[in-house]
């Protein structure tokens, strides 16, 4: 397959996980929405690594530390969930409107 | 031939998957679903020849960070999470037109220079130029060496802030 069919997909990726993050039905919805556009920025990645040669490793090597931080961001995310839900009984973004009062 | 039919099958099921989580009524469901994804953007990496990428995608997306989220719908309450459908259409809607608006952009000049898939060299296997890479002063060493200590800060500081504090929580003092 081109590089495009591999851009396309990556986009349509992209834009269920960003309408994932704004549909805002539970904070950890966001979060997975978040994931979602982390992997499509991963596809763009490794398919420019792999359709241009000069590139090489590299792709796949800040693939590898998008996946790292992935993980980080998902341990701290969660854990910031866990308080909010300790502190304001629910993880529903439309209910935690603390600073808007 | 295998490679264009395996594209589609992957790229079916990532995108599936990915619609299923958006619609779907329950949260729970839709990160169900989301290992479909995850699963689907990792054979993607396979037909690229990313080989190690695509088994720590499924090893760390797949069996790490989902689960974490599983853990994290189950800790908290499972109260109906409602599907509003008219804000998950205006996001699409609006997201959909930004990209579509950007990808046109990019195609209508886009000169990358990429070869085509036919003139491709065969993928070789990818884990031992990425340990090189990884373990040389003159590749990414220092960058490894700092997410190692991300990493290590993510997870202390993961666990102070999720650790559960002794006395009553503040908000019952403010109501």
């Known amino acids: ?101 | 031939m295998g490679l264009q039919i395996s594209f589609w099958i992957f790229s079916v099921i990532a995108v599936g998957g990915g619609l299923i989580a958006l619609f779907e009524r329950s949260v729970v469901r839709s990160a169900f679903a989301l290992f479909g994804t995850f699963l689907g953007v990792a054979g993607l990496f396979l037909t690229l020849g990313a080989d190690f990428l695509a088994w720590t995608q499924v090893l760390i997306y797949a069996g790490g960070i989902m689960v974490l989220y599983l853990f994290g719908l189950m800790l908290t309450k499972p109260s109906p999470f409602e599907r509003n459908l008219r804000r998950i259409g205006l996001a699409l809607g609006l997201t959909a037109s930004f990209a579509l608006l950007f990808f046109w952009r990019l195609f209508a000049g886009a000169e990358w220079g990429a070869l085509p898939a036919a003139e491709l060299p065969a993928p070789e296997p990818a884990a031992r130029g990425i340990g090189l890479a990884f373990l040389r002063p003159e590749g990414w060493l220092y960058a490894f060496e700092f997410a190692s200590i991300i990493l290590l800060l993510a997870l202390i500081g993961s666990v102070y802030i999720a650790r559960r504090r002794s006395g009553p929580p503040p908000a019952e003092e403010a109501s």
Do not use: H
């Open chain 1, 1 to 101: 397959m081109e590089l495009g069919a591999y851009l396309a997909v990556s986009a349509v990726l992209f834009v269920l996980g960003m309408a994932m993050a704004a549909a805002r039905r539970s904070l950890i919805y966001v979060l997975m929405g978040l994931e979602l556009i982390l992997n499509a920025a991963n596809i763009n990645l490794v398919a420019f690594a792999r359709f241009k040669p000069e590139i090489g490793l590299d792709g796949q090597i800040g693939a590898i530390f998008v996946i790292i931080l992935a993980a980080a961001e998902a341990a701290i995310g969660l854990a910031i969930v866990l308080n909010v839900y300790s502190r304001f009984g629910t993880i529903r973004p439309d209910d935690i409107d603390e600073l808007r009062q």
